[in-house]
């Protein structure tokens, strides 16, 4: 069964810290993977994709690295600021790419 | 600006009146989806459309239609809306999800009592 879980549920950092999302999924036939940012009663924007052969994608101070032959993505976050309070997604796109898993989320809380 | 439009934001109605969430897009994609969010859960795919005309379900369809008359509308529609319908919903687009990733619009937060 294609699945994508994503740890920690929640966390709370002090603005200035870094942190890291983890992601694992069980997505066959693998296509990309993203990570989206979604702001409380918003929709979700995309942050980085990465295919296959990408391991490593930055977006700003979003890095986002995959290695898929444990089949686990990261999100780091560096130098958090207040603004990264979110609810970060990892999404999973198989069968050729029209079929997106969504993980649950992690809700980030980032305190002053 | 390119967007997806949804009406309403917040919704709260009663159990069995019928009801119609509007989806517009303005960037002339092919695939639109609908996903319901509930806590702890994630995005789940009620339906989508690969294209005008052509609709599927997709992982938790039961108790709602759509229809795709036109390219940019995409409508959600709710016949018989009971309270396990409560929930937050958003429409998505896009030319091919897999390799462009979805543009969402901000949801619509809907009460069924």
């Known amino acids: 069964k294609n699945q994508v879980e994503q740890s920690p549920q929640s966390l709370i950092i002090l603005e200035g810290k870094n942190c890291t999302l983890q992601?694992?999924?069980?997505?066959?036939?693998?296509?990309?993977l993203r990570w989206y940012k979604q702001d409380t009663g918003r929709g979700p924007v995309s942050l980085t994709i990465?295919?296959?052969?990408?391991n490593t994608k930055s977006n700003g101070r979003y890095t986002a690295t995959l290695d898929a032959d444990t089949k686990q993505s990261s999100l780091h976050i560096t130098a958090s600021q207040l603004s990264d309070s979110a609810s970060y997604i990892c999404?999973?796109?198989?069968?050729?790419?029209?079929?997106?898993?969504f993980g649950a989320g992690t809700i980030l809380r980032v305190k002053s | 600006e390119a967007q997806v439009t949804q009406n309403p934001r917040y919704l709260i109605t009663v159990t069995g009146k019928k009801l119609t969430v509007t989806c517009s897009q303005n960037m002339n994609h092919e695939y639109m989806s609908w996903y319901r969010q509930d806590p702890g859960l994630g995005l789940r795919q009620i339906y989508y459309?690969?294209?005008?005309?052509?609709?599927d379900k997709g992982d938790v369809p039961e108790g709602y239609k759509v229809s795709r008359k036109e390219k940019r509308n995409f409508p959600l529609i709710l016949e018989s809306p009971s309270p396990n319908q409560t929930s937050l919903y958003f429409c998505?687009?896009?030319?091919?999800?897999?390799?462009?990733?979805?543009?969402f619009g901000s949801g619509t937060r809907l009460t069924v009592v």
């Open positions: 992601c694992n999924y069980t997505v066959s036939p693998f296509s990309n």
């Open positions: 998505a687009s896009s030319h091919i999800p897999g390799r462009y990733g979805y543009t």
């Open positions: 459309s690969m294209n005008v005309e052509v609709t």
């Open positions: 999404v999973v796109s198989a069968e050729y790419g029209n079929k997106l898993v």
């Open positions: 990465m295919t296959f052969s990408e």
